[in-house]
């Protein structure tokens, strides 16, 4: 099929998937004390450090002039969400500077994204899909900030952070379009994209089943 034909195709796979998703759980499971807005902003200065580091480490690695200076919009991104993150933290009580993010080292959906060795692998897998899956976070936990009386914290998502990962995620999609050209590629891509949600339904299930955390944005 064309790469038209394939990026709609899987699209469309993507999307289904993420319908399916429970809408009261989260891809991480690390929150610590009690479910509110802070400790779930923790999480996502973690989820933001890891996208961060991925994207800069892809765009060290890769030859493509397109994909690089995609790569590097998305990094500068992610690295502007977590500091206003961070200080969004700090007008609500806590000082993220006391806090590394990376302790325990990546998760396990991170760690299969560094695992990731080709180009088309990583925009199907990266920027295309888990960049819609953030979206579909950002969208539970604008709805928790707004319910819970957090206007701020609810529009810096809504208006700064989820326009970028929108962003991202469609330079994803022109990405693949060039690159999803063959048959190999193509399957290469579609298997990278089925394995990243597979680990975000694992993820979201073991943190609802243990912790009872939902409503954690994505990155």
């Known amino acids: 099929m064309t790469s038209e034909e394939f990026v709609a195709a899987l699209d469309a796979e993507n999307q289904a998937r993420l319908r399916a998703l429970e809408p009261d759980a989260t891809l991480t499971p690390e929150v610590k004390g009690p479910l509110n807005v802070p400790n779930l902003l923790k ?5 933001e450090a890891e996208a961060t580091l991925i994207a800069a480490r892809w765009l060290a690695a890769s030859d493509d002039i ?3 200076l995609a790569l590097a919009r998305q990094a500068a991104d992610e690295a502007k969400h977590y500091e206003l993150i961070a200080k969004r933290l700090g007008q ?3 000082d993220a500077d006391t806090f590394d993010p990376l302790a325990g080292g990546f998760g396990p959906l ?3 994204l560094e695992s990731l060795t080709s180009s088309v692998e990583r925009v199907a897998a990266g920027q295309f899909t888990r960049e819609a899956i953030a979206i ?7 709805e928790f ?6 206007k701020e914290t609810a529009a810096l998502y809504r208006d700064i952070i989820e326009p970028d990962e929108r962003h991202h995620h469609e330079l994803g999609r022109r990405t693949l379009l060039r690159l ?4 190999e590629a193509q399957a290469a891509a579609q298997r990278a994209a089925r394995r990243t949600l ?3 339904d694992e993820l979201q299930k073991k943190a609802l089943a243990t912790a009872g955390i939902h409503h954690a944005p994505g990155c």
């Open 66 to 68: 397109k994909l690089m």
């Open 136 to 142: 579909v976070k950002n969208r539970q936990f604008i």
């Open 180 to 183: 999803a050209t063959t048959p």
């Open 110 to 112: 991170s760690k299969y």
């Open 43 to 47: 999480v996502a200065l973690r989820n």
């Open 198 to 200: 597979e680990l975000a």
């Open 145 to 150: 900030c707004e319910r819970v009386g957090d």
């Open 92 to 94: 609500l009580g806590f």
